[in-house]
């Protein structure tokens, strides 16, 4: 089908629920990836479980094998703060959830490296920087006074950064994480970055936690190397916010909406038939003459990217700030 | 035609070149609008001047009766600095021009009330703020120590404001800017907006300037009341920029080459005609499948959009800075 | 006393509190002038009523007559959500007090504009643009949709404006605001600023809320002309933190206590009585020698200024936002 | 006397010129320190040279050895196009001679890493951060694409960081600055930082370029570490600006004031022999009753600091992306 082509050469998403919901769609099972799902109807928050256990798996999704947490929630991006703080509490459970799969030393305490990636000039690009702003970090008070003078048995030490994008430093992301963590050493490191998504419906409803940290490709900004325990040594969380659509992308979906319209108009009927004899090469030559060369670089966000983007990176500084700074009873 | 249909229920753009162009692309020449072009290769800068002359015409292109000068340059985004200056001071001159064309009092002793509308949070919508960031206001200044102080003969008093958006201000810029001008009565108020163009072409590349203000549709955000002498009682010269272009007009386009291609395709020449069979009724229908809801509130706009913000905003500001600010000649 | 002189010549407050200790250090009574006190030994939370009745009353304070509550907590700058949503409630409480003492239409269907005065760009006088930035507004969605869409039986409309310095503008805050106010006509204007106490003590340790509105010479930034009934028309509340002491109060204050310390010594006791020889002008010529000229325009403000003003300011929006926002039973 | 206790105590300045001239007032001549000085009278700038050239001179100086340009101009935050054009250009010419004093590779092809120091939340700490904001950073362009693909035969590689304060990032800013430079490996780092001044007249006038690097206790928030050769194994240029003074030295500056006053003074003459009956014991304890511990951790600066570290933060700029990224003639 059409669709498929334009899927190969444009469509993109930062999702491991969309890439499997994908072939779901096309009636495929795909070996070596498993997919849970929750839901609980009070909160309206859906908790999907992709897990890719193979490198079969892996390379047909797209995506590094590892276990890809999705929290859908369709008021995330409304300011209600009762509801905000109870979406922070999951995020801090799951992200938990997570550690506890890693292989981390004694979780009370922690050195934990939190990135926030993006750019900040960029409103739906400026998740991660917006993300950073809110936390509390730690690291320095507890080097300085020890965690007794903080009143704490335990204490994790919490330190953050913002690289900001190579066209504002002349440098890749990882090449500046990868000097900060050779210095301090942490024992883990959580990024955050804004994501693509393929649905324009995902944008600022759903967060995506997973033990895999962030790949190539992944973010509003390209990131040419990936974060994760093999460039950067240390195990690696990605968390992260559809906020864009890749403008290529919102064409290709339309495309696909033309197509399924005329093979149930009966008027229209004879036209998927047609494109049906399209050959590869022909069907090559349409789409790269429909999708505009100017819609590289273009992404597709909503007017009101804003407010969205201030909701949602506070209540995921809030988890992080309720899993690494509450204490934990000796 | 199907794209007819999609251009009356979700084409939109700000540029009045842009208007023209579309009728000029089905042959149609408009009553009472008259095209005026000029270009220098030198510097590539093409300027194109649109004047509605008659309410027929201005119905017809569905702006305002009056004059739309537009200056497209190629490299308007690229940073350099001797560039920008020539472009300035062709704004500068294309401003004058336009402000000679309209009843304003000697022109030397001006007070003028430039507006940064748009939100200065979502960066393709932050053009009028940053123009206002950047201008060298003098209002306060000649009003204190008088025109002489400031070693001038004559003096022009330079005020701004940046209204900003309704969701954060609960009010309508018209409300805001309504009241400042009955205090202050500025001569002439000078608008800056973001715009919605239909070609991604012309984003960052183009700059509108209207001696009929900002009417309603104009920007990134929707204005619902127009900024012009029938509302603020004081003439309005709109300065615009494309910086974004909905995401509805994106997928329209793409319908548009998919039908041309279709026309032109062999195996396909069927679909054309089959699509002219439809009756309004179920062309409605079929667009309404077609544009997917959740493209509503939604825009389309480059990656590295901070850095046109940037450049030409502060190539606006020097403009401006440039023409009231310089020393008149006794 | 040479301190007495330095106050009347360079010591500002623009805390009414203030103002009144300095006649107390004095044993001084001023008539028409009333103080309470009231002290929260949980909270440590202290509220000073200060109420100045006579014109004669406000002519020896140097404020008008009027009601002013301050509230002083030591850890109003400490990041504790849970003591600032108290801080919130309180200042809520104390508003309400306050509006119930004015004539105002029926409270629970009010149109309150609510004003951020000062610079966003200098980081002690952005507390007003802030507060506006963390506000619910409600006044375009009470007007759009009608308050029974939004499920209450009463709305108050919420609208928000940040005016602006002159230096941006060209305009007076004054000029803009009576401006608005003119369009929308609210039914009361609270105003937030930032402003200088003498004692850096209080600085970001102590809210204002006062019936009288924002009065010349109060804030960061020199307002020249007062905000209140009689400039704007309607009543205005004026809120207002600490957050600088002007660097010749500093001065002044050093000066005091090296006098006392001279009074005290044995070896200088001469000195106390050698000054009290000097007569005013040879006093007016010594403070003048003393206070470097370099120090007008300059103001004393901790380094982590950031971090407090980012407390305090949401302190404040939160408290507007349970006054106003928070449905009333019906 | 009593102002050099206080000097010992609590005076701080970043500017060698400034020390030096300590000494000078004491008619002190320091060993092993050089002055030379160049005024230009048309463009009223001040060149001063400070060198350090042994360790004894070091240490009396209380800053590492090394050579400290001064460029002092009174209209350094005017905001004037050209001038600032001329003020970039000597800023560059005076960088490029201290590099020529340093043992760098080919200074065709430099490889430099630019510091940008400072909290950006805070106005007079933003000097660093801002200045990268205006950088034309180049390393990823070259790397990507060679210096042919420029169009040049010599292409430096200018790369950028921003690496914020303790209290944000939780780690020590030479952590972050090591761990980048261990990774990129650049020939020449650059830290820019707002200092400390003495003299409230320095601020915003002033700029320091020093071949030492950044020093502990330089800079609006303190550093603990150096940014030198020695912690980070290249060689680094500090260029400073002085936009605040500690209050504890108007207060001390105020103090010296007064008692030459009283010294001067026909009816005071007493008070200076006084003064000078106590012992060192005595004088501490004045100091400390005199000096507010509310002062510590408090800075003084102008109401008017936006524009100054916005007009000199873009100079600055502008003196690197000419030095670095003109090109050099083959």
């Known amino acids: 089908m059409i669709y498929k082509m334009l899927d190969r050469y444009s469509v993109r998403t930062d999702l491991a629920l969309e890439e499997k919901e994908r072939f779901e769609s096309d009636h495929v099972e795909v070996p070596g990836v498993i997919l849970e799902e929750d839901y609980d109807a009070q909160s309206e928050i859906r908790i999907t479980k992709v897990k ?14 590892g276990t890809y ?16 703080r109870e979406i922070s509490k999951k995020v801090a459970t799951y992200l938990n959830k997570l550690m506890e799969g890693m292989e981390l030393p004694d979780r009370q305490d922690l050195s934990v490296l939190i990135v926030g ?10 998740l991660g920087p ?18 007794y003078a903080m009143g704490m048995e335990h204490a994790n030490q919490v330190s953050a950064i913002v690289p900001g994008v190579m066209g504002q430093t002349g440098m890749e992301s990882v090449e500046i994480i990868k000097g900060v963590v050779d210095q301090i050493k942490p024992d883990l490191i959580i990024a955050v970055d804004a994501l693509a998504a393929r649905n324009t419906r995902r944008l600022h409803r759903t967060i995506q936690i997973a033990d895999t940290g962030i790949h190539p490709g992944a973010g509003v900004g ?33 495309m696909e909406n033309l197509i399924h319209s ?15 004899t399209y050959n590869e090469a022909e069907k090559y030559e349409l789409i790269k003459k429909l999708i505009s060369p100017h819609l590289n670089g273009m992404f597709v966000t909503p007017k009101d990217v804003d407010e969205m983007i201030k909701q949602i990176s506070f209540t995921i500084s809030e988890a992080m700030n309720i899993l690494f700074n509450s204490e934990v009873p000796a």
């Open 52 to 65: 890719i256990e193979t490198e079969n798996g892996a390379k047909i999704m797209g995506k590094p094998a």
């Open 262 to 276: 005329m093979e149930e108009s009966q008027i229209l009927k004879g036209v998927g038939e047609a494109l049906s």
């Open 222 to 254: 390209n990131h040419r190397s990936g974060l994760n325990k093999e460039t950067l040594g240390v195990p690696v969380i990605g968390i992260g916010v559809p906020t864009v659509v890749d403008a290529a992308t919102i064409v290709s979906d339309t």
């Open 117 to 126: 990636l993006g750019n900040r000039q960029v409103t739906p690009d400026a």
């Open 69 to 84: 947490l999705t929290m859908e929630a369709p008021n995330m991006s409304v300011p209600d703060e009762d509801y905000h």
């Open 130 to 147: 917006n993300v950073v702003d809110n936390l509390v970090v730690t690291r320095h008070i507890v080097k300085e006074y020890g965690k």
